[in-house]
């Protein structure tokens, strides 16, 4: 196991985020430094990877949960995309990294699913003979209504991805027309051939204009997070869960350690802010403001039955970065389908002492609003949004779009104006790092679960002052938003309403 966690670790690095130089007012960490993090979820997980990969030998990871990995947590899903096509280059880039390490069965083990993948383990977790078989690969939707399908095009043609244009759609679709030069035509495919006969698809598929990319699927992001814990462990980091961390501890400005509810304390040469979307509520005196906001997104999963599972096995995840913001899975082993809208979202604004008005929708602070808080209505959705959500589903697959809801969560990320990480050392106290703001990206659509594998290579970078300095600037805690940035482009938030959501065995 020792050598599979050893070769986790000799990756190569790409453009995104290359080691420079240190710099002045940054950390000075040595192998022996005590690292404190705070959160178990990607970010924080992954972070403890790469630190335990650049030798330091004290890393400590403080989770509020009981049970690892934490029950409300975005990351602890069945499944999160796994893509390249973003209209953001540098994400392009980065997805790309991450595609390759996941492919990496030996380290990752069998949980992700891409074209031409086919996963089982045996007791070990390592790759043997499969009986679950899934072509996945991406279909990429709404070029015609957003132009940011057309630079996601771009990018992931510009990066050699494979990918292929729906040929039904070609003549008659301008803007990807226009995307590919005259001098390289790319290869196309027929929704024929994508979709297996015994698949029914309806106009959300048959009348949208797009591509298929190939390079790219779903990972089992709960089983994910559980081997990455598992070598975080085995490379001799420790993973506290039950320690819900309420302040900092502070020698004159420098943060030197944190203290829990229970009481307990734990010194740090450095702490790492890894909690998400509880980052802002939790930490009120960070006046973080717009600069982080908690929003919720819907998510539902309808049971197959096995006969449907099995029809339906060999789909690919379908993905709308038009207006609708629609996505859907291939059934699991489980033959569940999950699905979801990433749009505006939903805010929990809760009053906090001193806290600053994070958007026009109201004072305060938004907070998540889990299982974990509020029970079985902390699953519940807005209703509107569930509607919403079996609307495009019917629209994609009509056979299907009228069985009940077999699940219903709301998955809280941390949204940024810009939709760009917040991967900092504090400006006015260098013993305290932030790491948030993951967008829905960091499993992008979500996904952080999707960077697992590399995020935490650019936060070990920006600790060690090697990050370079335009990726430092797009990640810096104080960049500045002018008034037209606005959150996921400009998507309607709303304020929840307890009284108007629902859940499992209810009418939406």
């Not at 659509?445 to 335009?470: C, H, T």
Request: proline share 5%; with cysteine; hydrophobic share 35%.
């Amino acid at each position: 196991m020792l050598a599979l966690i050893q070769k986790f670790f000799r990756g190569t690095s790409t453009d995104t985020g290359k080691a420079t130089p240190s710099t002045s007012g940054d950390p000075s960490l040595v192998p022996s430094s005590k690292i404190v993090i705070v959160g178990s979820g990607c970010f924080g997980v992954s972070t403890a990877l790469h630190l335990l990969r650049r030798g330091y030998r004290d890393v400590t990871i403080l989770e509020r949960a009981s049970d690892l990995p934490a029950v409300d947590a975005a990351s602890t899903d069945i499944n999160k995309i796994v893509r390249s096509s973003y209209n953001d280059e540098f994400y392009t880039l980065l997805a790309r990294e991450a595609l390759e390490a996941w492919k990496d069965h030996e380290v990752w083990g069998h949980n992700y699913y891409d074209i031409a993948s086919i996963y089982n383990s045996d007791a070990t977790g390592l790759i043997c003979e499969s009986s679950f078989s899934n072509r996945s690969g991406v279909l990429v939707c709404g070029i015609e209504a957003d132009l940011h399908g057309n630079r996601a095009f771009q990018n992931d043609h510009k990066h050699g991805a494979r990918i292929k244009r729906i040929a039904t759609l070609i003549e008659s679709d301008e803007t990807s027309r226009l995307a590919t030069s005259k001098a390289d035509k790319r290869e196309t495919v027929t929704l024929e051939e994508i979709f297996d006969p015994g698949v029914s698809i309806g106009s959300g598929i048959s009348h949208t204009h797009g591509y298929f990319n190939e390079d790219g699927g779903w990972a089992y992001s709960k089983r994910a997070m559980e081997r990455a814990m598992e070598l975080v462990k085995k490379l001799g980091g420790k993973i506290i869960p039950g320690k819900e961390v309420s302040s900092t501890i502070k020698d004159q400005s420098r943060t030197r350690g944190v203290k829990c509810k229970d009481g307990s304390e734990f010194a740090a040469d450095i702490v790492v802010l890894a909690i998400g979307c509880w980052t802002a509520s939790t930490f009120p005196e960070l006046k973080l403001g717009r600069r982080a906001l908690a929003t919720g997104q819907a998510t539902v999963t309808v049971q197959l039955t096995p006969e449907e599972g099995e029809r339906y096995r060999k789909v690919p995840v379908i993905l709308d970065l038009g207006p609708s913001g629609f996505y859907c899975f291939p059934p699991n082993e489980d033959n569940l389908i999950k699905m979801g809208s990433h749009v505006g979202g939903v805010t929990n604004m809760v009053p906090i002492s001193d806290a600053p008005t994070v958007d026009v929708i109201s004072s305060g602070i938004s907070s998540p609003r889990t299982m974990l808080s509020h029970g079985v209505d902390g699953l519940k959705v807005p209703k509107s949004e569930a509607r919403f959500i079996r609307e495009c589903f019917g629209k994609v697959f009509p056979e299907l779009g009228e069985k009940p809801f077999n699940s219903t969560r709301l998955c809280w990320y941390t949204d940024s104006p810009d939709s760009n990480w917040i991967i900092d050392v504090h400006p006015a106290d260098p013993g305290l790092a932030l790491v948030t703001a993951g967008s829905g990206h960091g499993f992008k659509i979500s996904v952080i679960p999707q960077f697992l594998p590399v995020i935490g290579r650019l936060v070990v970078d920006r600790l060690e002052g090697k990050m370079d300095e335009s990726t430092r600037r797009r990640f810096a805690v104080e960049r500045e938003f002018d008034e037209h940035t606005t959150y996921r482009d400009g998507a309607v938030i709303s304020a929840l309403d307890p009284d108007d959501l629902i859940g499992v065995g209810e009418d939406c």
